[in-house]
T-cell receptor, first 114, second 112 residues
Framework: GAGVSQSPRYKVTKRGQDVALRCDPI?????LYWYRQALGQGPEFLTY????????KSGLPNDRFSAERPEGSISTLTIQRTEQRDSAMYRC????????????FGDGTRLSIL | GQQLNQSPQSMFIQEGEDVSMNCTSS?????WLWYKQDPGEGPVLLIA?????ELTSNGRLTAQFGITRKDSFLNISASIPSDVGIYFC????????????FGTGTRLQVFP
């Protein structure tokens, strides 16, 4: 597609459930990034990939969060045993090459944990 | 998580006025970026700065990478209604990672 595509746009789930958020980067983009954005705040880095390799996962809050990009294209961010504090906008971005700007952002998945 | 200090937090100006906002950090950054975010959308890159002291323009926007590498500013001249939105600075901390640290944002409102 023309831009970074994320699905679902909205996800509401009960506390304790697992959720999987999907990101489809711009075709041909090597690098893929996951961010979390709380209301009124800037995006907060979670993790990023070059091709299928996870390069930096220092921003993942705890071991309930994981991400994969098995074929170097689509990526999935999984949150296990969700908690209310996980509620936020989750944004994906991609860039053509490692370290190359810009990072193109998707419209995000709004996650609400009840 | 770590965020850069951005000021002012919000600005309310009249159309035609110039705007200035800045971003500071206690850490040295290798790259400074300025993004704009419209409601319901992801941030969009406005300007990228790669060298200390660099001054770069993009239309009515001008940004500078501070000499100390710990700060950056963004100026918008002759503001127009479509400048409304949230402006974020972002920095790349080290050369061996693509990790970006974002600022807390400046919300700009332009009145006709």
């Amino acid at each position: 597609g023309a831009g970074v595509s994320q699905s679902p746009r909205y996800k509401v789930t009960k506390r304790g459930q697992d959720v999987a958020l999907r990101c489809d980067p711009i075709s041909g983009h090597v690098s893929l990034y996951w961010y979390r954005q709380a209301l009124g705040q800037g995006p907060e880095f979670l993790t990023y990939f070059n091709y299928e390799a996870q390069q930096d996962k220092s921003g993942l809050p705890n071991d309930r969060f994981s991400a994969e990009r098995p074929e170097g294209s689509i990526s999935t961010l999984t949150i296990q045993r969700t908690e209310q504090r996980d509620s936020a906008m989750y944004r994906c971005a991609s860039s053509l090459r490692t370290g190359q700007q810009p990072q193109h952002f998707g419209d995000g998945t709004r996650l609400s944990i009840l | 998580g770590q965020q850069l200090n951005q000021s002012p937090q919000s600005m309310f100006i009249q159309e035609g006025e110039d705007v200035s906002m800045n971003c500071t950090s206690s850490s040295i950054f290798n790259t400074w970026l300025w993004y704009k975010q419209d409601p319901g959308e992801g941030p969009v890159l406005l300007i990228a700065l790669y060298k200390a002291g660099e001054l770069t323009s993009n239309g009515r926007l001008t940004a500078q990478f501070g000499i100390t590498r710990k700060d950056s500013f963004l100026n918008i001249s002759a503001s127009i209604p479509s400048d409304v939105g949230i402006y974020f600075c972002a920095g790349q901390l080290r050369l061996n990672t693509d990790k970006l640290i974002f600022g807390t944002g400046t919300r700009l409102q332009v009145f006709p």
